[in-house]
């Protein structure tokens, strides 16, 4: 069994990938690797996705990445592997990118990714920080998982889904956040697993562990 963190120069790489072999070594899930190579890619059994930074911008890189984004694809849309993917990573799950230009992305879960407006306009925009979880669609990935737990996230902008059933999780902050979101074999999540302490590390755990 193998997980391949994508390397594409657009997320915490080192924080994720303590994070995942410690969950994959604790539940018996085998191996994690960070990887920029297509070929590993298109053979893992589970397929990690980070990002930091603007939407266009990650969207830009990893398909600049040689082979990198149509293993990636393959693998999730034809072969079925488990796909996560992390803050940015999830937002390219989305059909549009609304940040700094209409950008296409993977349209995977159907939606668009809009800036917060938080109808509180003391609250400060990026939403950075703990919040609680409020859960909307039964998942594996909540296993011993319920609402309140929190989790931890820095980020200016989040996913408008256009199917609520695919919207698993949100947060209030002023205005309802999409924390979770999932179809299928995709799941993405807005915060940072690898940063939220047991929370996170349990649905880390629980991906690993899951057979859609």
């Known amino acids: 069994m193998l997980t391949a963190i994508i390397d594409y120069e657009s997320g915490n790489l080192h924080s994720a990938h303590k994070a995942f072999e410690r969950m994959a070594r604790e539940a018996d899930a085998g191996d994690v690797t960070v990887t920029a190579d297509a070929d590993v890619i298109a053979r893992a059994d ?6 930091d930074g603007a939407f266009p911008a990650c969207m830009s890189e990893l398909k600049g990445k040689s082979g990198i984004f149509a293993a990636m694809v393959e693998a999730v849309e034809e072969k079925g592997r488990p796909f996560l993917g992390i803050c ?8 549009w990118g609304r ?3 209409d950008t296409k992305g993977l349209d995977w879960v159907g939606g ?16 950075m920080g703990w ?5 909307d669609v039964p998942h594996p990935v909540f296993e011993g998982i319920k609402s309140g737990d929190h989790t931890y996230f820095v980020h200016s902008y989040h996913m408008a889904v256009t199917n609520p059933a695919q919207r698993l999780a949100h947060v ?6 999409t924390a979770v979101i999932g179809r299928d074999n995709m ?12 929370t996170g590390l349990r649905m ?5 562990k899951w057979a859609p």
């Not at 589970?46 to 990002?51: A, C, D, K």
């Not at 940015?88 to 059909?95: E, F, S």
């Not at 209030?172 to 956040?177: K, L, T």
């Not at 880390?204 to 690993?208: A, H, M, Q, R, T």
């Open 187 to 198: 799941i993405g999540m807005q915060f940072h697993p690898e940063k939220s302490q047991a």
């Open 172 to 177: 209030d902050y002023a205005s309802d956040v």
């Open 204 to 208: 880390i755990s629980n991906f690993l």
């Open 46 to 51: 589970r397929i990690v996705l980070p990002g």
């Open 99 to 101: 940040e700094y230009e």
């Open 112 to 127: 668009e990714v809009t800036r917060i407006t938080p109808s509180d306009t003391s609250l400060k925009v990026p939403h």
């Open 131 to 135: 919040n609680d979880l409020i859960i």
């Open 88 to 95: 940015v990573g999830m937002q390219l799950m989305a059909t």
